[in-house]
């Protein structure tokens, strides 16, 4: 059974701050690591990975795969109050059904 | 990325009417969509997957007789709630998949609120 597991939990830091949030992994066909934001609506795409080492960047955002240890992380560096949300890892199994992390519960504060 | 759109944002209804949602692929083609249903600070709860010309798969608990899902084009998949009752009030969420199941678009979703 593929498996996905997130960490923190749950994360509380400062506007201005960096935060790291950590994906681990077990999938059996493994094809992509997919990172989504949800606030209070449905979840929107981030990145998607799928090669070990080559970082994706999307403003202050950033994240990177290693295939071997069967993790990624999700940088956001100078955090915002609009960063916050919670931050779901998934990875597409059997006939392409997303694995989800518990996901990390962002709170930015000024 | 890529888009997906819903309809309706959000719908009220009379309790035994049935609700159409509709979630639709804008700007690629999408042979496999899948609906969710969240709950308030619950996780998304993966409903079927619908595919293309074909029968949808349902997951388990899930009663296919209340929740008909019709995936007519590569473009169009539909939800229909049938008979709504108040604990059929959720938030549905349907995503598209890329070519080869690489990655997900989810779109905005969809609020059902059934009286």
């Known amino acids: 059974e593929d498996k996905v597991v997130q960490s923190p939990l749950s994360l509380v830091v400062h506007e201005g701050d960096t935060v790291t949030l950590n994906c681990s992994y077990e999938v059996t066909n493994f094809r992509s690591l997919l990172w989504y934001k949800q606030e209070k609506k449905a979840p929107t795409f981030l990145f998607m990975l799928t090669s070990s080492g080559i970082e994706k960047k999307s403003g202050r955002l950033s994240s990177i795969l290693d295939k071997k240890e069967l993790f990624s992380i999700l940088n956001i560096t100078a955090t915002q109050t609009g960063d916050s949300a919670i931050y779901l890892c998934a990875v597409p199994g059997t006939a392409s059904k997303l694995t989800f992390g518990t996901g990390t519960r962002l709170q930015v504060t000024l | 990325g890529a888009v997906v759109s819903q309809h309706p944002s959000w719908v009220i209804c009379k309790s035994g009417t049935s609700v159409k949602i509709e979630c639709r692929s804008l700007?690629?083609?999408?042979?496999?969509m899948f609906w969710y249903r969240q709950f308030p600070k619950q996780s998304l709860m993966l409903m079927a997957t619908?595919?293309?010309?074909?029968?949808?798969?349902?997951e388990q608990g899930v009663e296919k007789d209340k929740f008909l899902i019709n995936h007519a084009s590569l473009t169009l998949s539909t939800l229909t709630v049938t008979s709504a009752h108040p604990e059929d009030s959720s938030f549905y969420i349907c995503s598209a998949a890329s070519d080869l199941g690489y990655t997900q678009y989810f779109g905005p979703g969809t609020r059902l609120t059934v009286l």
């Open positions: 619908s595919n293309e010309g074909s029968k949808a798969t349902y």
């Open positions: 700007d690629f083609q999408a042979t496999t």
